[in-house]
């Protein structure tokens, strides 16, 4: 089954420091986009950060960064300097085919600590 | 540019009724997808609509349906609701549906059903 994994339901850190949030993948395809989507209090899911499978350069955008290992079908989310808005559940997700449908994990909540 | 918007955002239906709920894509794009989202399950995909036809299907039970208009807006249907339809039900939109594309949420729709 080609799944998402997140393996830590729930995560905490405190203001202003860094967290990472893992997750790994499985597919049987050769090009593919990961995705890391952050869904607030509101429910309204976000899109943090997106990465293609053929790039080797970790996507980054702003605070947020990936590490992305290919080979051991890694994905982690690395949040700098945590601000208390970035409270929140965290989704990482993938592309399934050439279609509009993803693939979530169960997501991690991320607290932030003031 | 006005985002995915989904109507209606709460409603409360009796076991045994129907329910519509409308998504309208963001301007220019052609591909639809609705997610189930529930604590127990987490996010499910239910289908996806390019181009007015169902492209890909998830693994829910038929009274759950679905449709796209010649506009792209898109309608899904749960007929002879079940307790454990209650749901966060997200509308999801993309230009293509294709590898690549970034999807982007609506708000969602939180059905109760008692």
């Known amino acids: 089954a080609q799944t998402v994994t997140q393996s830590q339901p729930e995560m905490s850190v405190q203001e202003a420091e860094t967290v990472t949030l893992s997750c790994t993948y499985d597919?049987?395809?050769?090009?593919?986009?990961l995705f890391w989507y952050k869904q607030p209090p509101s429910r309204q899911m976000i899109l943090v950060i997106r990465q293609e499978a053929y790039k080797q350069q970790n996507a980054t955008e702003n605070r947020f960064s990936v590490n992305f290992q290919k080979a051991a079908k890694s994905f982690s989310l690395k949040i700098s300097d945590s601000q208390l808005g970035d409270a929140a559940m965290y989704f990482c997700a993938r592309d399934s085919g050439n279609t509009g449908k993803l693939i979530f994990g169960q997501g991690t909540t991320l607290q932030v600590k003031p | 540019k006005a985002g995915v918007t989904q109507t209606p955002r709460y409603l409360i239906k009796t076991r045994g009724q129907q329910v519509t709920l409308s998504c309208s894509p963001i301007?220019?794009?052609?591909?639809v997808s609705w997610y189930q989202q529930t604590p127990g399950q987490g996010l499910q995909f239910l289908f996806e609509y390019f181009s007015e036809t169902q492209r890909n299907k998830g693994n829910f039970p038929g009274r759950f349906s679905g449709r796209q208009f010649s506009n792209s807006r898109s309608e899904m249907n749960v007929s002879t609701l079940e307790l454990g339809d209650s749901a966060l039900y997200l509308c999801?939109?993309?230009?293509?549906?294709?590898?690549?594309?970034?999807?982007?949420f609506g708000e969602g729709s939180w059905l109760t059903v008692v």
């Open positions: 999801a939109s993309s230009l293509q549906g294709a590898t690549g594309n970034t999807i982007y």
């Open positions: 301007s220019g794009h052609r591909s």
């Open positions: 597919t049987s395809e050769s090009d593919y986009y």
